[in-house]
Structure formats: structure tokens, C-alpha cells
């Protein structure tokens, strides 16, 4: 069994909570979290986005940058970045090798993935690691980590509430876990709530002077600080996204130059991507909660609904109802795929909720199948794990 086997067979473990296994795992191999700067980011949404205007900013400044992240979307390798790039394969086989040895059978894929990134980080030369959060913050295995740079806070709504409780109020006291001995930079797209539970912990919100000037497919021109940006991602919410990495930037006293330069080569699959191709126009974007799912509608809305089609797939313990409920009038003909998972939701659960809100609706046996029947604007969303087989067919066209 070679070692990428190795680590899928650990997902039967499940999701385990909790951060001493991951904090022994670290220690095993050296405790090479020591030797970083990290930057840690929880939040429910736009917590990759954040990851990636962050990665870029540093890279730009001349600092060697290892970034982590989940789920993959166009290949394992996506969630291990050195200066922005996916790590070659047999020097990820090695790290993920030790840790998976280190592990001795006691940890989950994800607490292995997380040590061999970190100990990845460490003996690339990195000086800085970008890390996302799981799920929640204080229990998560990125959380193991012995100090840190910075805290970062992106947009919070209810998720994953049978694990992190049915209030915002709870949700925060599960992200704010990460903010252990470090300053901590929280995003301005926030309910009141939110902010004034992070306010009364003294975090630095990403909020000065900061105005959305142009919207556009092409991309958001906004202000912050009294500079002008402009990131290539849609939606307003990716420019809250961008301030937030910015003012983490401006804490760490990164040149202007970098920053500039940084937000213009954002570069993320998945999520509000446009691409366009045999004279359709496709969007792949994996939010997966009505929150995230917001911006997704504000898009299709420049298509109407009578040129645009859904592609749409859930994991089980997604709020499929929530999410559809704001798509409803957005398409004229959806497609139903139940995704490539464990995890997925029963396609017969996902076609009959997509029936509720949709009037022409079919199911499909794949990704593949539907965008063999599908033109115009298509969206493939729901889920990340459908960006993958959405790009491949794609890219072979």
C-alpha cells in the first residue's frame, strides 16, 4: 500500500476532536511548528480565500510561505503549498510518510495531513505557514500548534452545529479558541453579534476606511486604508476577504508593493470561478452554506435565469433546504449528482429537495454526464468535492 492509500484508508477514523494527539504527533517529529511563524485563520467562510490572498502577499514580499489547506480541489497536493505551488509528489509521499509513521495507528487522516504539512513547512526553509482550521478552532488539529503569529477570523455564520452548537454566540466561542497568545485580525462581514463577542476580546477588526468602489465579472475595486485595490475574484465578500489579509499584512509591517501585488494575483479554483469555454460560461464554486451561498446567486443574477443551469450536489450534513431556497429562480434546469464521498447526501434526497425549489429537474450519474447536457451559464456548485470532475472535463475540452 503506498503512502497516499495509506492515509485514505485513516479516514474511516472519522473526524476525532480534540488537539493532544495532534500536539504528540507534532513532538514526534521534532516539533517542527517551532521553527514557523504561523498564521492561523478559522471562520466559516472565506477562510480559503483568506489563506490565499495571505500566501500571495507574503510570496510577493520575497517570504518563503507554506500554506495549508482543506478540502482538495484540483488535486491532493493543493492543500500542501510552498510560495503558492503544490508540493511535488514524492517529497509530499516523504513527508506525509513520516508523519504517517510518527502517527504509530493513532491519529486520523487529518491530524496526519496536518503534522506532515507542518513538518513539510519546516524543512522547505519556510519562515511563514498558513494554516485553515478544519472545523471550529479550539478543537481542531491546527490548533496543536505551540505559538503563533496571528489569529485571523473570517466571516462566521451557524455551520456544523451538532459539533459546535446551534448559536452564534457558541460557534464564536469555538473559533476564538485559536487566539491563544497571539494578536488576532478579524474580517468586517459580520452579524453584531459577532462583533461585538471578538470586539470585547480586543481583536483588530479589518475595517479602516474601507469602501467596495466597482463591481464587475472581471473583478472588485475596493479601498482600504486609504489605498486603492483590486482583487480578479468576484463578489463583494471577496473584497472583505482581501482586507482582512491586508490588515494582517499591515500588522506584520508588509511593504505596499507586496500587498498591491499580492491581491492581484489571487489564484483559487472553486470558489466563484469563472471560466469560459466552447461557448459557455462555467462557474465552479463549492460554498456549501446559505451564507456562502449568497454571492453564488448575486453572479448568476448577471446570466438570468433562463440561460443558466445548475449542476448541484450535497454532502450529507449540509443545509441543502438553505442553500437551495436562495438559489430558487436562479436556473431553469438543474441537474442533481450525488457527489464522490462518504459523506455524500443520498442522490434520491438531493433530487427530490432540488424538486421543491426547481421545476425542471433530472438526476445525473455524474458531474461528467450533466455538463455533457448542459450550455449556456453552468454552475457546478454545492459541493468542493464536484470542482474536481467539473475541471477535468473542462480542461479536456
Known amino acids: 500500500m503506498d503512502i497516499f492509500s495509506a492515509i485514505g484508508s485513516l479516514n474511516k477514523k472519522g473526524m476525532v476532536f480534540g488537539t493532544q494527539a495532534e500536539r504528540n504527533l507534532l513532538d514526534r517529529l521534532g516539533s517542527p511548528d517551532d521553527g514557523l511563524k504561523i498564521i492561523h485563520i478559522a471562520g466559516t467562510n472565506g477562510k480559503g480565500s ?40 514524492d517529497k509530499l509521499a516523504a513527508y506525509l510518510g ?9 491519529a486520523t487522516a487529518f491530524e496526519v495531513e496536518t503534522a506532515a504539512a507542518i513538518y513539510a513547512f519546516f524543512k522547505e526553509g519556510c519562515r511563514y505557514a498558513v494554516l ?40 464564536c466561542s469555538h473559533k ?14 459580520q452579524e453584531e453579534e459577532v462583533k461585538s463577542y471578538f470586539k470585547s476580546l480586543g481583536a483588530i477588526f479589518a475595517d479602516r476606511q474601507f469602501k467596495i468602489n466597482d463591481i464587475s465579472l472581471g473583478g472588485v475595486r475596493f479601498t482600504y486604508g486609504g489605498g486603492e485595490y483590486f482583487t480578479p475574484a468576484y463578489g463583494k465578500e471577496q473584497a472583505y476577504d482581501a482586507a482582512t489579509a491586508i490588515e494582517v499584512a499591515l500588522q506584520l509591517k508588509i511593504p505596499q508593493n507586496a500587498i498591491h501585488s499580492g491581491i492581484l494575483r489571487y489564484n483559487l479554483a472553486g470558489r ?31 446570466f438570468g435565469p433562463q440561460n443558466t443551469t445548475l449542476i448541484y450536489g450535497s ?16 436556473a431553469n434546469k438543474v441537474f442533481a449528482v450525488r457527489p464522490n464521498s462518504p459523506r455524500a447526501m443520498d442522490l434520491n434526497k ?7 425549489f426547481f421545476g425542471d429537474v433530472a438526476p445525473s450519474a455524474s458531474v461528467s454526464e450533466a455538463l455533457e447536457n448542459a450550455g449556456g451559464a453552468v454552475a457546478v ?10 475541471l477535468d472535463w473542462i480542461n479536456k475540452r
Open 50 to 89: 483568506t489563506a490565499e490572498y495571505i500566501t500571495r502577499i507574503l510570496v510577493a514580499a520575497g517570504v518563503r510561505t507554506g500554506t495549508f489547506t482543506s478540502p482538495q480541489v484540483e488535486s491532493y497536493g493543493d492543500m500542501f503549498r510552498v510560495d503558492g505551488e503544490p508540493l511535488e509528489e
Open 315 to 330: 454532502l450529507s450534513d449540509k443545509d441543502i433546504e438553505g442553500n437551495l431556497s436562495i438559489l430558487s429562480g436562479c
Open 350 to 356: 438531493i433530487l427530490n429537495t432540488c424538486r421543491r
Open 176 to 189: 476564538s479558541g485559536i487566539i491563544k497568545n497571539c494578536p488576532a485580525v478579524v474580517c468586517a462581514l
Open 132 to 171: 485553515e482550521c478544519g472545523l471550529g478552532g479550539r478543537e481542531d488539529a491546527t490548533n496543536a500548534v505551540n505559538k503563533k503569529e496571528m489569529a485571523v477570523i473570517t466571516s462566521i455564520g451557524l455551520e456544523h452545529t451538532a459539533v459546535l452548537g446551534n448559536t452564534l454566540n457558541s460557534i
Open 381 to 390: 456548485c454545492g459541493s468542493f468535492t464536484l470542482i474536481k470532475e467539473a
Open 272 to 302: 466563484l470561478q469563472i471560466i469560459k469555454s466552447g461557448g459557455n460560461t462555467y462557474i465552479l464554486d463549492g460554498g456549501h452554506n446559505p451564507q456562502a451561498v449568497k454571492p453564488l446567486k448575486a453572479l448568476l443574477s448577471e
Open 98 to 106: 513520516a508523519a504517517y509513521d510518527a502517527a504509530q495507528g493513532g
